[in-house]
Nanobody, 120 residues
Framework: QVQLVESGGGLVQPGGSLRLSCTAS?????????????VTWYRQAPGKERELVARITSAGTTNYADSVKGRFTISRDNVKRSVYLQMNSLKPEDTAVYFC?????????WGQGIQVTVSS
């Protein structure tokens, strides 16, 4: 059974930083298998639709939502079967539940989500 587990969320003041982690586990998720997946961070704020935040492909290509460009950085460590989202210069509008998704040609897995709250 494949699991994606997010960690690193919490409460931070505006202008602060957090680093989210998304780690995969499970019998079928070897290091090689994980490396073939594209991983995306999404977020969903109360009353809003889920939106893409950042994505990293198996080749390491990245793309970001315009709202986070220059502030967030996505990276991956296939040996650790993990993807990270470094979030700097956080704003109150970044407050949301953040989800990670790992997707291949035939499979898609979601984490349970983690709360990020940016507030003074």
């Amino acid at each position: 059974q494949v699991q994606l587990v997010e960690s690193g969320g919490g409460l931070v003041q505006p202008g602060g930083s957090l680093r989210l982690s998304c780690t995969a586990s499970g019998f079928t998720f070897s290091t090689y298998t994980f490396s073939t997946y594209a991983v995306t961070w999404y977020r969903q704020a109360p009353g809003k639709e889920r939106e893409l935040v950042a994505r990293i492909t198996s080749a390491g290509t990245t793309n970001y939502a315009d709202s986070v460009k220059g502030r967030f950085t996505i990276s991956r460590d296939n040996v650790k079967r993990s993807v990270y989202l470094q979030m700097n210069s956080l704003k109150p509008e970044d407050t949301a539940v953040y989800f990670c998704n790992a997707q291949s040609y035939s499979n898609s897995y979601w984490g349970q989500g983690i709360q990020v709250t940016v507030s003074s």
